[in-house]
């Protein structure tokens, strides 16, 4: 018996489209259920629903904005002053675009941890870090926008940093600021590339990072077999808009109470005065919170450093960070065989570590808020908090997940507290953390070797 | 051309004039030479003309020793000056350490050599006599190229001991050139010359020129003798922020001033100086360096320095505060000062002291100046007591509401309202205050609730902007309210439907 034709406008679209297999596709999709948490899972959609949101909010951003270093920042003010809703509107768009990248990084961060990124995801996990990426560009091209002091000097000091790409440096600068200063040139090349170029890469690579997962599926942990999953319509779906509606009434919230942001650095978007390319930058400007780990990296490198600038050398280190975060897939050679990964999952844990004493200590914790805040205190501080806080992660790793591997996490704190404790200097500290990891991997790797080899005696 | 140009270069670098070569070669007992290599460079650095000079100095045996061409080049003097230096044979002799007594000697740094303080090398070469190209023989007589002290620089000036114990001649030698139009318009043509006419007429002047006391302040006594600066100049001793402390060279000096008495036959106080610093003028001079406040030289005057009359007292009060001056012209309190011989601003306000006035001045209580001076002078007057009362009342409520709409702005601001009416009501506000404080100068109901009217219109436009703003945000949190009712709603709704069908699977 034939199937009866469906009737209404999907009978209409099925009869000149042929959705019938979309339809069954839609039927069969499933979420892996295990021993992990659900969680994991709700991630990367969260970071699409705040991009949806950032993507309707700049379009009625956009009706009122006017671009021009004469006009930008007048227009902002009378779209938060004068524009009815104008207010709520950027400040939904501001808050949507932390908490955007704030659920893109986890979303990272739980596929790194739970290694979804292996054999033969490596593309949706190439695809997703190129999103990251473009995230990235998204947050410091909209940062400019405003035209305000903030933005301006925060602006020239993150350009600035290009001028460290060997042997092009001067020439990517001029490129990027459409001049050798940040100036009007550079907030309508920011514009373009903030509602324009960056919207339409965005869009192609989120259509083939999610053509990747739906073809894929989403990934189990490793050396769990699928014997169930949950039915992704409606069950999954459901719950997605679920939580795309309570982080809805987050947003709402958070832009009628904090306007302007938690009034955190790097978290906040009061206009205050407008840019003035002839004021000299003042103290204490600081980029996103998100780029505040690369801004401690900086000050942390002296003026030379082994023939190189210091800046050079930070950036060499932040890229070559970048680089083995990205490269994952192919480096993890044991999630690939389906095998537990100890060393990387503790890499990971040793990484998040290290960003987060770096955005700690560029926060000034422990500096007693003035303006010149004691740089030994905030390393103590920092440094307390952060081996606390990775000790008890560690005693949490070993008790709760059993896992036996801690080298890196070790190496970073021994850094961590050389720095903040001891007072070495924060490069001497890490160089002998580091040491300190090569050496245990290297007699890790040695001790490995001769079991393997009794083991064959025997 | 390089090859040239290098060349060209090192023969210049290498042509050091004959009579300079011993004095390059010059070495001190220890053995090291005695000019510097940054002497060196000095003298390197100087066109060739200029290096010629020096060395016809030393030809001429004035540029004396290695160490005293040493001390020239430590003044580091620009080319020209250096030239004019070389070409003055008084500089040359008198700076010479191996050829003048310390009496007589010009050093960079007289305390060190043990030299007459006045006699200080580095300053004379900085005086703006000397940049006008005005030397030791302007002054004292003679020509630069003397090669020996001539009859004239000795009967230009009163013998030492007459002209250090009457001064008088110090006025009349300064003014052969100040007081000389013809000749003062070749070295600055904008600079007045009735100095010596208005000092004449002055108190410092009285007393020197006709009651011969030579405590009395004239030209150097202010200006300076070898170091003299152009009162623009910050580090001159006229400069308005260093004025108060010139004066209270002697003012402030009881033991100088011992015997000195004003009109009245009282000792002349010493205390303005210290009185000066506490007050509102001091304060904006001195600490905020504004140098429109007043020095001593604001009210006093310079050169035709008097003490004031009482009349004279409010018209310089009024250079500044004309505003105040014409409302209190207009002022029962006019002929009532006139009839005391009050010198009206000071009366109120002090003369060195003048502090910051406030509202609390102002009122009917005892302990306020307008209660206080009434109950003495011009008791049981109703009008007046209500009068003032009503200042003292409309001021309060201007002050007390800015007070308090003030920090509306910063929590409205952090709200995110719109705060930029309540920004304008307060700037409003704030001028209204101006106004207002100032419109009591006229004692008068009627002008003043005339003045206070915008202050207080403005207060209550920003009344109502706070009141806006603050209903603007109540509609924020009820429309979120709702929001978040509607949204809950739908979840409820949606969560309802996900348990529904949960059950469902397992059933």
New interface residues.
């Given amino acids: 018996m034939s199937a009866q034709p469906r009737k209404g406008l999907f009978g209409w679209l099925d009869r000149r489209y042929d959705l019938a297999p979309i339809l069954a596709f839609m039927q069969h999709k499933e979420v892996p259920l295990g021993a992990h948490p659900m969680f994991w899972y709700y991630l990367g959609g969260l970071t699409l629903f705040f991009f949806s949101v950032q993507i309707a909010t700049g379009i009625l951003l956009l009706v009122y904005y006017q671009v021009g270093d004469q006009t930008s920042y007048e227009s902002i003010h009378f779209i938060?002053?004068?524009v009815p809703f104008g207010?709520?509107v950027r400040?939904i768009h501001c808050w949507s675009a932390h908490l955007m990248i704030l659920c893109l990084v986890l979303h990272m961060l739980s596929t790194m941890m739970l290694k979804a990124y292996r054999q033969p995801r490596e593309l949706t996990w190439l695809t997703g870090f190129s999103l990251f990426g473009l995230a990235l560009c998204f947050g410091f091209s909209g940062y400019l926008l405003p035209w305000n002091e903030l933005a301006f000097f925060a602006t020239a000091v993150g350009t600035d940093m290009v001028k460290a790409v060997p042997w092009i440096g001067h020439t990517l600068l001029e490129v990027l600021r459409g001049g050798p200063d940040v100036s009007g040139n550079t907030l309508y090349r920011f514009f373009a590339l903030h509602v324009v170029v960056l919207p339409l890469i965005v869009g192609a690579v989120i259509a083939i990072h999610l053509i990747f997962i739906q073809k894929q599926g989403m990934a189990p942990p490793i050396g769990h077999t699928v014997t169930r999953g949950m039915k992704f319509f409606?069950?999954f779906a459901?719950?997605d808009?679920?939580l795309w509606?309570?982080c809805?009434?987050l947003l709402?919230?958070l832009a009628?109470f904090l306007?302007?942001g938690p009034g955190i650095p790097g978290i906040e978007w009061e206009l205050g005065k407008k840019a003035n390319p002839l004021a000299p930058a003042y103290p204490g400007i600081k980029p996103e919170w998100y780029f505040l780990w690369v801004y401690q990296l900086l000050k942390e490198f002296p003026p030379h450093i082994l023939g190189m600038e210091g800046s050079q050398a930070a950036l060499l280190v932040a890229t070559v960070l970048f680089g083995v975060w990205a490269l994952l897939p192919f480096l993890d050679r044991r999630a690939a065989r389906e095998e537990p990964s100890p060393i990387f999952t503790d890499l990971g844990a040793a990484a998040l570590l290290f960003v987060a004493f770096l955005t700690m200590k560029a926060w000034d914790i422990g500096g007693g808020g003035g303006p010149q805040p004691d740089a030994h205190a905030v390393a103590r501080t920092c440094a307390i908090f952060v081996l606390v806080a990775g000790l008890a992660a560690t005693a949490l790793r070993r008790i709760v997940w059993k896992h036996t591997w801690f080298l890196f996490t070790a190496a970073e704190l021994l850094h961590v507290a050389l720095h903040g404790l001891v007072g070495m200097s924060y490069l001497a500290a890490g160089a002998i953390g580091f040491v300190a990891a090569a050496v245990g991997v290297v007699l890790t790797g040695a001790r490995a070797q001769r079991t393997a080899a009794a083991g064959d005696r025997s | 051309m390089i090859a040239l140009a290098l060349a060209s270069a090192l023969a210049a670098a290498a042509e050091v004039p004959a009579p300079l070569k011993p004095f390059l070669e010059a070495k001190d007992k220890d053995g090291t030479p005695i000019l510097s290599p940054q002497d060196r460079a000095k003298l390197d650095q100087m066109p060739e003309h200029t290096r010629q000079l020096v060395a016809t100095a030393i030809d001429n045996v004035i540029l004396g020793s290695p160490r005293h061409l040493k001390i020239l080049l430590s003044l580091d003097l620009p080319n020209p000056a250096m030239e004019m230096v070389l070409q003055d044979n008084c500089i040359l002799c008198h700076s010479d350490p191996g050829n003048q007594k310390p009496k007589n000697l010009f050093s960079p740094d007289p305390a060190k050599q043990g030299s007459n303080p006045l006699l200080n090398l580095r300053e004379f070469t900085s005086d703006v006599h000397f940049r006008r190209g005005l030397s030791c023989s302007g002054c004292h007589g003679g020509t630069p190229h003397d090669e020996a002290m001539v009859k004239e620089i000795a009967e230009r000036w009163p013998k030492e001991e007459e002209r250090h114990k009457d001064r008088s001649w110090i006025p009349n030698f300064c003014a052969r050139c100040h007081a000389d139009p013809g000749f003062m318009r070749g070295f600055n043509p904008t600079l007045p010359t009735d100095q010596l006419a208005k000092y004449r007429g002055s108190t410092h002047g009285i007393l020197l020129l006709q009651q011969k006391d030579s405590r009395a302040a004239q030209c150097a006594s202010c200006h300076g003798v070898h170091d003299i600066r152009g009162p623009k100049n910050r580090t001159s001793r006229v400069f308005a922020q260093r004025i108060p402390e010139t004066c209270g060279t002697c003012h402030a000096n009881a033991q100088y001033m011992a015997g000195l008495k004003i009109e009245s036959g009282e000792p002349i106080p010493t205390s303005q100086l210290a009185e000066f610093k506490t007050s509102v003028h001091g304060k904006a001079l001195l600490e905020k360096g504004d140098l429109n406040a007043p020095s001593c030289a604001g009210c006093h005057g310079s050169h035709s320095g008097l003490p004031k009359t009482a009349a004279s007292v409010a018209q310089v009060c009024r250079t500044c505060h004309a505003n105040n001056g014409q409302l209190f012209d207009g002022s029962p309190h006019k002929a009532a000062f006139e009839q005391h011989k009050w010198s009206e601003c000071t009366q109120c306000h002090g003369k060195h002291a003048i502090a910051k006035p406030t509202d609390a001045l102002v009122g009917n209580q005892p302990g306020t100046l307008c209660a206080d001076c009434h109950t003495k002078f011009a008791k049981d007057n109703p009008t007046c007591a209500a009068t003032s009362a009503h200042f003292r009342a409309e001021l309060d409520k201007l002050a007390t509401g800015r007070a308090q709409a003030a920090p509306q702005v910063d929590l409205l601001a952090?709200?995110?309202l719109?705060v930029?009416p309540l920004t304008r009501a307060l700037t409003e506000l704030d001028e209204g205050l101006v106004q207002t404080r100032s419109s009591i100068h006229a004692f008068n109901l009627v002008t003043f609730d005339k003045a206070a009217k915008p202050g207080a219109e403005a207060l209550d436009n920003a009344h109502k902007s706070i009141a806006a703003a603050q209903g603007d945000y109540r509609f924020?949190?009820r429309?979120?309210l709702a929001?978040?009712g509607f949204?809950?709603l739908?979840?409820l709704g949606?969560?309802l439907?996900?348990r529904d069908?949960?059950r469902r699977?397992r059933s």
């Fill in positions: 938060t002053t004068k207010w709520l400040s409606p069950d459901l719950r808009g679920l509606l309570i809805l009434i709402a919230t009628v306007p302007y | 952090e709200r995110g719109d930029e924020r949190k429309g979120l929001a978040i949204m809950s739908l979840a949606i969560g439907k996900v069908i949960e699977r």
